[in-house]
């Protein structure tokens, strides 16, 4: 017997502007049945688990202890500086010289996410 894993739960201040954030961010739709105001929503991933929104009255205090990472169809470097332009805050940078590494980002809530390279990135690498 085994567990299922449902949904990654994110605590937030506003539920349905953060869903629409992460909408934006992996193209997938927000629950049909969520309105603004709502205090829970989810995005409905294509694959895997749904992002689930859960508002609550504390703010976020200390770094995340789960995070998301993030594989973009582009390189990392455009979707970053997309990521950025949607509303996301650049947190630091662990991208070298060599083309390795990835880029930490926070949500519009603060909550940190990983942007890591593309597979057309990883191929450059080893061609």
């Excluded at 909408?23 to 989810?42: A, K, L, N, W």
Aim: glycine content about 6%; aromatic content about 6%; some cysteine.
């Amino acid at each position: 017997m085994v567990s299922v894993l449902q949904n990654v739960a994110i605590d937030c201040a506003n539920a349905y502007e953060l869903a629409r954030f992460w909408s934006s961010v992996t193209g997938c739709p927000v629950h049909p049945d969520v309105r603004p105001g709502d205090r829970e929503t989810q995005v409905l991933l294509a694959e895997g688990p749904e992002l689930y929104f859960n508002q609550v009255p504390e703010a976020k205090t200390t770094k995340n202890r789960i995070h998301l990472c993030l594989r973009p169809e582009t390189s990392r470097d455009q979707e970053v500086d997309r990521l950025l332009s949607l509303g996301a805050t650049f947190v630091a940078d662990h991208r070298n010289p060599d083309g390795s590494g990835w880029a930490i980002l926070a949500d519009p809530e603060g909550n940190e996410f990983c942007v890591l390279r593309s597979e057309s990135d990883r191929a450059a690498m080893n061609s």
